[in-house]
């Protein structure tokens, strides 16, 4: 099963995707905190007011995390374009509710920035609390995935060895469009990909991922106690715009797509920040 979390006619709801059409569920106004995965199993259905999807604002999947943990330097071709080493541990860097949007919504493009990047990424979704989860439990405490395009102002994050300055912009990083249940998509070479401007610019799978999704589970809730919904984000592909000859930025008008087999496709534009 897929849910959203969504606004309709002013009002936020988690619904579950049936179609082209969102059956909301009782007493639910979000996925994360007072959903976890107890209470979405549990959640009553309201069918008498379903609403079709195109008539929706969707909601970034999880409107308000606790936490987001991203990942970096996760896929070889990634480290091999970046021309760093192999990490023995997962480099991470927060991001805050701040950046996160939802599908159809504007990627604000800042005007100190002229360095926006583009990275396709697999979000975890936390379900079930816990500290210090042993890798094999770690499965146990999903509530789903969906797609991330954890977008990066390289001009910004290079300005010191920490990557935080260039990666936590407000209204900037993409999430959704649906949480997929983990039983209803197998993950082990699932196809993820970039597209701008008719190019595809990035293309793995997740078989390729260094540091997979139990080890991610396991080391980040060794340092801190994970929450339902919480999002890990797994790390992109090689391909990024910085790296490329020629460098390729995100411009004001770009449609920009992520995707992933069996998880969903985000599609956003980029719009410059009004003053």
């Not at 930025?249 to 534009?269: A, P, Q, W, Y």
Request: charged share 25%.
């Amino acid at each position: 099963m897929a849910y959203a979390s969504y606004e309709y006619d002013g009002v936020r709801n988690v619904g579950r995707v049936e179609g082209d059409t969102l059956i909301p569920l009782a007493g639910l106004t979000e996925l994360g905190r007072e959903a976890d995965i107890e209470t979405l199993t549990a959640a009553t259905e309201l069918p008498e007011h379903a609403v079709p999807v195109a008539q929706v604002r969707l909601l970034p999947v999880v409107p308000a995390p606790d936490k987001v943990v991203c990942i970096g330097l996760n896929y070889h071709s990634h480290i091999g374009e970046t021309k760093r080493e192999l990490p023995t541990y997962p480099v991470m860097f927060p991001k805050y509710a701040s950046s996160l949007i939802g599908p159809r919504e504007d990627i604000i493009l800042p005007p100190e920035s002229s360095q926006m990047d583009y990275e396709v990424e697999l979000a975890v979704i936390i379900g079930r609390a816990g500290r210090r989860i042993a890798r094999e439990d770690a499965h146990d405490h999903v509530l789903g995935y969906a797609v991330a395009n954890d977008i990066t102002m390289r001009d910004y994050q290079y300005k010191t060895h920490q990557w935080m300055q260039g990666k936590a912009w407000d209204n900037s990083t993409p999430v959704g469009p649906y949480l997929v249940r983990p039983d209803e998509v197998d993950l082990s070479n699932a196809g993820i990909r970039t597209i701008l401007r008719g190019e595809t610019l990035q293309s793995s799978d997740l078989s390729k991922l260094i540091f997979d999704i139990p080890t991610l589970i396991a080391t980040v809730s060794e340092f801190t106690r994970v929450l339902p919904g919480d999002i890990i984000l797994t790390g992109t592909p090689g391909g990024v715009g910085y790296r490329r000859d020629p460098q390729l930025f995100l411009t004001d008008g770009d449609e920009i797509t992520v995707e992933i087999d069996g998880v969903g496709k985000l599609v956003n534009r980029v719009r410059k920040e009004k003053l």
